[in-house]
């Protein structure tokens, strides 16, 4: 149970992020703070390297004033021995190391003789660090020489403030460590509750409450975003729901409709005994409404493989006014049947990279439409041409039309201006979406404008490639 809180704590992200700065923090702190000892230690050093060397200038100006090496060490000791700040030390030696002259306990300090060596540092005794500062150089007095003198100081008072300021840090890393851990987990305490306000809003939004959104947090972060990003998925989400619900309710609608004639007109042939041509004509018109079904079903199917991007094109060059024309000879019966002037304005040769069979479909539902919504006598016109380095055919009839506010919507599935007015011969809403389909998946486009007198004209233009 303990280790179990233990993981949920070290999970959380504001314990995450304030773990993060303080390591950070303290990383930093170290590097910082061993750069500056390393910095002042070297300052003392060099302060202390000067004020010895000044000392030898004041001996060696002393001996030659006094004219005797002894003698000036002499003089130089006495005028050292009341200082008690850097209390100086020396030492001055033939090139060979015999010492002439040395300030008492000097061997103490450095018991060997020349070292060699400009500046050096030695530890007389490590219990009490005792440490001392040398400068050792080469000095020649009435051309003889050279001579080698010493000058040494302890390095106390400097060792000192450099141990308190290594104190002085040592005692502040707990300090940095506690601030940065309280100042991380309240800086980090906002995000975490928003994030954990976006966690219970999205867990309480399911299939049945889509309608909810994150609220939006205050500022322009990356947390706002983020929010702005869920609420954009959530409202994709949202409608596609309900096209689904949507599309299930027509489909279901659809279906309904068609399966309770073909039902009622069997019921009612079998309610009595009837003769043969009367059973034949309820066979007929079922099996008419049984083809609806079919075609219907088949739309569908069509439709789902385009959703599912499943559409299987089978592109080749074709010459677009070949499938033109078999259209044409197709619709051109039922067309004078309705004694409706159809007629090919204007047909050119146009090659383009299609799926045969889907233009023929596509050009099948124009033409369907165009027959079943123009009326007897009235006029349907076929057009097909070059514009723009596009194949633009215009499917126009002067028949009954479609009001401008229904434009936008025609080729939105199941959509229908008014089911009633295709009489006997009535479809599902399932045509114009499926020719708006196949024109996309060839990279074109389709429009539908009403005409100036009567009728509406589709135009679907395709790339010629
Ligand atoms: N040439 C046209 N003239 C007048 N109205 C049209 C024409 N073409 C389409 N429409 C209107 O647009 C609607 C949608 O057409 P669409 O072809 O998608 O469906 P449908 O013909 O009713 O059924 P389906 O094509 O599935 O058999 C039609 O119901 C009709 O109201
Ligand atoms: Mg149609």
Redo the contacts with the bound molecule.
């Keep these: 149970m303990l280790s179990k809180l233990k993981v949920q704590f070290f999970s959380r992200l504001d314990v995450k992020l304030a773990v993060f700065y303080t390591v950070a923090l303290l990383l930093i702190s170290l590097i910082l703070s061993s750069f500056f000892y390393y910095r002042l230690q070297h300052n003392f050093l060099k302060q202390i390297d000067r004020i010895l060397k000044d000392e030898v200038t004041e001996l060696t100006l002393e001996i030659e004033e006094d004219h005797d090496i002894v003698k000036g060490c002499k003089e130089f000791f006495e005028d050292i021995s009341y200082r008690e700040s850097y209390p100086v030390f020396f030492r001055v030696m033939t090139h060979d190391g015999v010492s002439l002259w040395e300030s008492e306990n000097f061997s103490t300090i450095l018991s060997d003789g020349i070292k060699e060596k400009k500046h050096f540092t030695v530890t007389v005794d490590q219990r009490k660090k005792l440490r001392y500062r040398i400068y050792e150089t080469r000095f020649t007095f009435n051309d003889q020489g050279p001579f080698v003198v010493q000058m040494a100081t302890k390095t106390k008072r400097a060792d000192k403030i450099l141990e308190n300021s290594l104190q002085n840090i040592f005692s502040a890393i707990p300090v940095v460590f506690l601030l940065s851990i309280c100042c991380g987990m309240y800086i980090a305490q906002k995000p975490r509750k928003i994030l954990q306000n976006i966690t219970a809003v999205t867990r309480r939004i399911t299939s049945q409450n889509l309608a909810e959104r994150l609220p939006l947090p205050p500022g322009q972060d990356e947390i706002r975003d983020l929010t702005l990003t869920i609420n954009f998925m959530l409202d994709n989400i949202e409608s596609s729901f309900d096209e689904i619900k949507q599309f299930t309710a027509d489909v279901s609608h659809e279906l309904r409709n068609p399966l309770s004639a073909v039902k009622g007109e069997i019921e009612v042939a079998v309610s009595r005994k009837r003769d043969a041509a009367d059973y034949r004509e309820t066979l007929h018109n079922c099996l008419e409404r049984i083809d609806?079904l079919i075609?219907?079903v088949n739309?569908l199917f069509l439709i789902s493989r385009f959703d599912a991007k499943k559409y299987d094109l089978k592109l080749s060059r074709i010459n677009l006014a070949g499938l033109l024309r078999e259209m044409y000879i197709f619709f051109l019966p039922i067309a004078r049947e309705k004694h409706i002037h159809f007629v090919i304005k204007r047909c050119d040769t146009l090659f383009a990279s299609v799926d045969r069979h889907k233009i023929l479909q596509l050009l099948s539902?124009?033409m369907?439409?165009?027959v079943?919504?123009?009326p007897d006598n009235e006029s349907i016109t076929l057009s097909l041409i070059e514009h723009r380095h596009e194949a633009e055919l215009r499917?126009s009839?002067s028949?009954?039309?479609?009001p401008e506010g229904?434009l936008k919507n025609?080729?939105k599935?199941f959509?229908?201006?008014?089911?009633s007015?295709?009489g006997d011969?009535?479809?599902?809403?399932?045509?114009?979406?499926?020719?708006k389909r196949i024109v996309e998946v060839h990279g074109g486009s389709i429009s539908?404008v009403r005409n100036k007198t009567k009728?509406?004209t589709?135009t679907v233009r395709l790339p010629l490639k």
Excluded: E, W
Aim: hydrophobic share 40%; glycine share 14%; aromatic share 10%.
């Design positions: 609806n075609k219907m739309d539902n124009l369907d439409n165009a079943k919504f123009t499917v009839d028949g009954i039309g479609i229904d025609i080729f599935r959509y229908q201006v008014d089911p007015r295709s011969d009535r479809g599902a809403g399932l045509g114009l979406h499926i020719c539908a009728g509406v589709f």
